[in-house]
């Protein structure tokens, strides 16, 4: 394979995964490469590893054409909108030696896969979501080949993709750095790990953003200068952009936007991402510890301890957050992207009977309508270990009847609670008897 993979002696992986590893010097990574996880063994049934296996068979074929190799008939296969597309210019990626300004790298997603592609790039990047496995990775050569084939990737990218900034299981990330002209992080003026909670004045360092925001301002679309100060960036330079084209050539891209709404769809979903691996795979390692102690002391396996209540409460609590946007930085005027990414995301339903849909969106004050997130719709929604998945329908049952009025819930108004309530009751399947309690 020609792939290069940034070695520890690439300077620029160093200094990333330096300042990485000291920043998170005391994070607990989860023990996912052993039993009963295996992460990196277990066999996947992601949608990549679908369509590999389809691939195999001959049933399907993936075209290479120039500039952009298999791309858009991996993003058509895979069913990726092009309007998700995102440009990020920082070097702060596996293949950063080709990624600049002029030459940004772009990113695509839908709900269970994320692809990025570099201009001249050795590979496209993608990452798919696996029921059970959480986030797997991949590359897919781009070389023209007879027989292209994907490879999953472990190590190569788990070195950025496993870390605080990820939960601690293998992960999504977004950074917003303070990008020089050359795309290179100025580290002492620090960076960011972004969400949905990051307020917009931190997101979007090393990032092109198209799109209309009024008064407030983000970190896009500008360059601080090598030995420049946080206050030194530019950004009013870089507010309300609606074109690229001035900024670069953007002839061999599948499209001109770097749309401000698919990135924040994007940064709301791979929290989400992170946390269901992260609790899919607490309420497995909960199980084996459980075992081992019932089998050590003789006691009943199925009566859990106190240390395994707390474990799974901990994981079911925060995904809930996640899933109802605890904390969502709010914004102070509205925005609107440049691609018809809002439009092709709200279409996608599902859909109660009046219309009501947890794809639609605000973007007047904040991301959605009805702030519940549409990955409670996923397979690794459904595929959660029941001890986990009940106690997060218990919780948010609780907070949608309006009974946990508790402060972390208080973005969510009575008449907020009742339509995401009512919207799930209609489009949620194998919801427990107690929801359609009246
Ligand atoms: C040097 C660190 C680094 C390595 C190594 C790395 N990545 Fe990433 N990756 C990032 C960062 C940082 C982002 C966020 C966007 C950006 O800054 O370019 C990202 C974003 C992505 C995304 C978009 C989804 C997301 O998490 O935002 C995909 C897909 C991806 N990487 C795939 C891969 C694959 C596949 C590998 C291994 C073959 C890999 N990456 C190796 C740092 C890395």
Avoid at 91 to 113: C, E, G, H
Avoid at 222 to 242: I, K, S, Y
Avoid at 264 to 284: D, F, P
Wanted: a neutral charge; charged letters at 20%; proline letters at 7%.
């Amino acid at each position: 394979m020609r792939l290069r993979i940034p070695t520890s002696r690439s300077a620029a992986a160093l200094v990333w995964s330096c300042s990485c590893w000291l920043a998170c010097a005391a994070w607990a990574q989860v023990d996912y490469e052993q039993p009963p996880i295996s992460y990196l063994d277990s066999p996947v049934q992601d949608r990549v590893a679908q369509f590999q296996e389809r691939l195999a068979a001959g049933e399907a074929r993936l075209a290479h054409a120039a500039p952009t190799g298999y791309l858009a008939a991996f993003l058509q296969a895979l069913d990726v909108p092009v309007s998700s597309q995102v440009l990020v210019f920082s070097k702060t990626s596996l293949q950063q030696t080709k990624i600049t300004p002029r030459r940004p790298r772009a990113l695509y997603f839908n709900d269970d896969v994320y692809v990025g592609w570099v201009p001249r790039g050795d590979v496209l990047e993608i990452a798919a979501i696996d029921p059970q496995q959480g986030t797997i990775f991949y590359t897919l050569d781009q070389h023209p080949l007879e027989d292209p084939r994907l490879q999953r990737q472990t190590h190569n990218c788990l070195v950025c993709h496993a870390s605080s900034h990820t939960e601690g299981v293998p992960g999504l990330l977004v950074r917003s750095v303070f990008p020089d002209r050359s795309g290179q992080p100025v580290l002492s003026a620090g960076t960011f790990r972004t969400d949905y909670r990051s307020p917009l004045r931190e997101r979007w360092g090393g990032w092109y953003v198209t799109g209309t925001h009024g008064a407030q301002r983000h970190m896009g679309n500008v360059f601080l200068p090598t030995d420049g100060r946080p206050e030194d960036l530019e950004v009013e330079a870089g507010a309300n952009v609606v074109d690229l084209r001035e900024r670069l050539n953007l002839e061999s891209y599948l499209s001109p936007h770097s749309d401000l709404v698919a990135l924040l769809v994007l940064e709301h979903q791979l929290l989400v991402h992170n946390r269901l691996t992260a609790a899919n795979y607490s309420a497995r390692l909960a199980a084996r510890d459980a075992q081992i102690m019932s089998a050590a002391l003789g006691t009943d396996p199925a009566v859990e301890s106190d240390s395994v209540r707390r474990r799974l409460d901990a994981a079911a609590d925060k995904l809930v957050a996640a899933l109802l946007l605890v904390d969502e930085a709010p914004l102070s005027a509205p925005v609107r992207g440049t691609s018809s990414f809002a439009a092709d995301f709200a279409q996608r339903g599902p859909c109660d009977a009046q219309g009501r849909s947890l794809r639609q969106l605000d973007l007047d004050s904040r991301l959605f309508r009805y702030p519940c997130s549409y990955l409670i719709y996923s397979p690794s929604f459904a595929a959660l270990p029941a001890p986990v998945r009940d106690r997060v329908l218990r919780r948010m049952w609780s907070v949608l009847r309006g009974e946990d009025q508790s402060e972390p819930f208080q973005h969510l108004s009575a008449m907020d609670r009742a339509n995401i309530l009512e919207i799930l009751r209609a489009t949620l399947p194998d919801l427990p008897a107690y929801w359609h309690q009246r």
